[in-house]
């Protein structure tokens, strides 16, 4: 111990700013910061204050976190957390380890990308942008933040990667692929809802934005095990009464989302659809 706190057991050496260690009780640890592997050796004891500190968690090992942070530089960990800040400032997007090293991860080949020269074809562009629009632009204000840290122009869609992300912490969680999935299902929604009701939908309005947060909310559960069950009350007969081409639309919605989850939404969920889709269908047939 040096005043009072306690050591950490360096048990490998990165590079001059990542160290693998152990805490006393055995717990695998890696810790970021600047000279803190310098003319060190496995076996030394180090101070952690003032060092990040990260643990294993989820898809990273400890193993993997140190590599993850010792391909990055200092100064793109630095800006990795401003990023990570913003989004929580102005989405409210909870900070974590697990948010933060995807986010890095990210931003340290995306500079690399810029600086080799090499462009990418970044997806969901435009579904990204009508779907979340708050997260697109956080997203863009992320790459304008990252250009003027780190002195380099990044690809322009950039913002798109970095959007995705900002979704994934609020709504998926852990898995970028689901929130990838979650974005298909729900551009296909509409896809879908336009040609079987035969016109287009304006998906910028308030009556979309508050159904793709039905969406959202219903893909995260069916995800999670967590779906509505047994609230004896028929929604779907009320919606079938009084706007049965709406009810029509959520059964088939429900194999859309069905074949992207990889599972079967309950009856009562499909109901509840039903009755998100009825308010769309009403306010989209017959505004005011």
């Known amino acids: 111990m040096r005043g009072g706190r306690a050591t950490v057991t360096i048990r490998r050496i990165y590079n ?44 990273y090992k400890a193993a993997a976190v140190a590599t ?14 401003d990023i990570v800040a913003l989004a929580h400032e102005r989405l409210r997007v909870p900070v974590s380890q697990g948010f933060l090293l ?52 990044l690809q322009e869609d950039e913002w798109v990667a970095f959007a995705l992300h900002f979704i994934n912490q609020q709504w998926v969680g852990g898995d970028l692929s689901k929130t990838v999935a979650m974005t298909d299902a729900i551009t296909g929604t509409f896809a879908l809802l336009e ?18 947060t039905h969406l959202r909310y219903l893909f995260v559960r069916a995800i999670e095990g967590r779906q509505l069950v047994g609230s004896g009350i028929d929604v779907m007969g009320a919606v079938q009464s009084v706007y049965p081409e709406a009810a029509e639309a959520a059964r088939r919605v429900a194999q859309l989302i069905d074949a992207s989850v990889k599972g079967s939404l309950t009856t009562e969920e499909v109901a509840y659809l039903a009755l998100h889709t009825g308010r769309l269908y009403a306010e989209v047939h017959y505004p005011g």
């Open 68 to 81: 993850l942070l010792s391909d990055a530089t200092l100064e793109e960990a630095a800006t990795a957390r």
């Open 102 to 153: 995807p986010v890095l991860d990210h931003l340290s080949f995306a500079v690399r990308r810029a600086r080799e020269g090499v462009k990418v074809d970044i997806p969901l562009r435009w579904e990204v942008a009508q779907l979340y629009p708050r997260e697109a632009e956080v997203g863009r204000e992320a790459v304008a933040l990252a250009g003027d840290r780190l002195r380099v122009r």
């Open 195 to 212: 040609e079987l009701w035969g016109r287009p939908l304006d998906q910028t309005s308030v009556s979309s934005a508050r159904f793709v």
């Open 16 to 59: 001059n700013n990542v160290v693998l260690g152990a805490d006393p009780d055995g717990t695998e640890v890696v810790l970021l910061g600047k000279g803190l592997g310098f003319q060190r050796k496995p076996g030394d004891r180090v101070d952690p204050a003032g060092a990040q500190r990260f643990v294993a968690q989820g898809p």
